[in-house]
């Protein structure tokens, strides 16, 4: 067998901790499959003392992370701090400055610097390696790179934040809302204490960077994200949604339109017995569109510290066995700058909920200004009838350009008996 691949591990929490316990307790298996050991020579977290129910007192402690780049017996960096920038930006490019591959959990980090460090890793001849980042326990990163790599992709989809899914099913489930059922989240540790990442959709809008570019050969583009997260999104959505045959998810899109690249984040109403539509709770699923493998889904938990670790050590794995794959699957030099669709141009149709005063001539008003926009209506439902009280009016339309519903949205905003802003989610009608 050939000699052991080495690796320091920077960062001992949820998934440092897992990975560890999978180098520990699958030894044997990983050597037989690696055709090596695998084993570790050093770790670093912040604070040494702390208790992680894990046995790291035969690896080297190093305090400060960066050194980790400057031992001659490492030959794997695993990045597992997160972050965009700091300590993590710093450890990934000293290290593979310096030859040593880098394997990473983090989205943030490559959603931001990941074509940098591409070709920083091709300039070294090693590998930047991040199953892990995107979908957890999904092999997603390596079904894009070599499963698809035969097929031109027309567009990658799916649930990319489990925490958003969760939250969504238990609204739809127990009939409570976002804020109730955030706070239960945060509880069961399913959502961080600060929630704006998860919730406002900048997680999700990470990973479909990375799914972007590894489907169109661009270079990850976080600045020009449309993003819009599940705040707005009520009780009612959730049930009328359900009513009409719809579930709402929080969708990651990259689309290839007439040459130029749709990337967004938002909720959408996705039929009940879609693919998309029956993934609950916490799990995640992407959808792949190729031209000749026509469609493929995939489906798994996309976080915690089991399916996390399991996929950062199939990189690793990977490195043992001495695989070498540009990290966006084609060379760092050739991935394009993007061309953006322009989203106001696309067309789509929706759902909206307006919040009403339950008067006559409201709807006339509301009509009027949707004819003005050139949107038509499929449906209209209201339920009950409460003359002066607050009533939800719900909508859906035919299609419609992005900029046109927009543009009435706006307007229906000023209307008198209009008590808050329209609530406008766009219909997916996904198989
Ligand atoms: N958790 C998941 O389910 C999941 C899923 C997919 C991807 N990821 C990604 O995986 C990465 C790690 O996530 P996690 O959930 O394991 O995070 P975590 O539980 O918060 O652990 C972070 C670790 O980094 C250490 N750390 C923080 N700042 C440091 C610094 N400046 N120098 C050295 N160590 C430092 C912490 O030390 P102390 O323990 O001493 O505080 C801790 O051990 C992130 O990029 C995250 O986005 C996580």
């Known amino acids: 067998m050939d000699k052991p691949l080495k690796l320091a591990i920077a960062g001992l929490g949820t998934v440092g901790v897992g990975v560890t316990k999978i180098i520990q307790n699958h030894a044997d298996l990983i050597a037989t499959r690696a055709g090596r050991p695998i084993t570790i020579t050093a770790v670093n977290a912040r604070n040494r003392d702390k208790d992680r129910g894990v046995d790291v007192s035969a690896y080297q402690w190093v305090d400060d992370t960066a050194a980790f780049a400057d031992m001659d017996d490492v030959d794997v960096v695993v990045e597992l701090i997160g972050g965009s920038d700091g300590t993590a930006y710093d450890l990934a490019k000293k290290a593979l400055g310096k030859g040593k591959h880098f394997v990473t959990a983090n989205k943030a980090l490559l959603a931001h610097h990941g074509h940098e460090l591409a070709a920083l890793a091709e300039d070294n001849k090693v590998n930047l390696a991040y199953e892990a980042a995107v979908a957890g326990g999904i092999p997603i ?52 204490a600060d929630p704006t990442f998860d919730v406002d959709g900048v997680d999700a809008g990470h990973k479909i960077c990375l799914l972007t570019a590894l489907a169109f050969g661009t270079k990850p583009d976080f600045t020009s994200l449309e993003m819009t997260g599940i705040r707005h999104i009520n009780a009612t959505d959730i049930a009328f949604a359900s009513e009409l045959g719809y579930r709402i998810k929080l969708l990651g899109i990259a689309r290839r339109m007439n040459g130029k690249i749709m990337q967004i984040i938002e909720p959408c109403l996705v039929p009940k017995n879609s693919t998309l539509g029956t993934v609950e709770g916490v799990y995640n699923a992407v959808h792949v569109e190729g031209d000749y493998v026509a469609t493929g889904h995939l489906v798994g938990l996309g976080a915690g510290e089991g399916p996390t670790a399991s996929a950062v050590m199939s990189d690793i794995i990977d490195i043992a066995r001495g695989y070498e794959t540009p990290a966006f699957g084609i060379p760092a030099k050739d991935l394009q700058a993007p061309k953006w669709v322009n989203i106001g141009e696309t067309v789509n149709c929706y759902y909206i909920r307006l919040n009403v005063l339950d008067e006559p001539g409201v709807l006339a008003e509301v009509s009027a200004i949707l004819r003005d926009n050139k949107v038509s209506i499929e449906a209209f439902l209201q339920r009950g009838h409460d003359p002066g009280q607050p009533v939800p009016l719900i909508m859906t339309t035919h299609e419609s350009k992005h900029k046109n519903i927009t543009k009435a949205c706006a307007q229906m905003e000023n209307i008198k008996s209009v008590l808050e802003k329209p609530c406008l989610i766009p219909i997916e009608n996904i198989k």
């Open 141 to 192: 990163i390596k079904a894009m790179r070599e499963g698809f790599a035969g097929n031109a992709i027309d567009a990658v989809y799916g649930i990319l934040n489990g925490t958003c899914n969760y939250i969504l099913t238990e609204m739809r489930e127990t009939g409570r809302d976002f804020k109730d059922v955030l706070k239960d989240a945060q509880e069961l540790g399913y959502a961080e």
